[in-house]
């Protein structure tokens, strides 16, 4: 589960406390707190990018 200051694999991520939707691409490569309710544990959303 990528947290907060960690570099994972782009993609989408969901907060596990809010479902808020967060990119993580080459312009935003590192994982920042939910914009929504400051979380910092996500999940990687299934699919593709």
Do not use: A, H, W
Not at 13 to 25: A, E, G, L, S
């Amino acid at each position: 589960m990528p947290l907060v200051g960690s570099k994972p694999e782009k993609g989408i991520y969901k907060c596990i406390v809010c479902d808020q939707k967060v990119t993580v691409d080459y312009r935003n490569p590192i994982l920042n707190f939910c914009p929504k309710c400051d979380g910092i544990n996500f999940i990687k959303m299934e699919g593709d990018f």
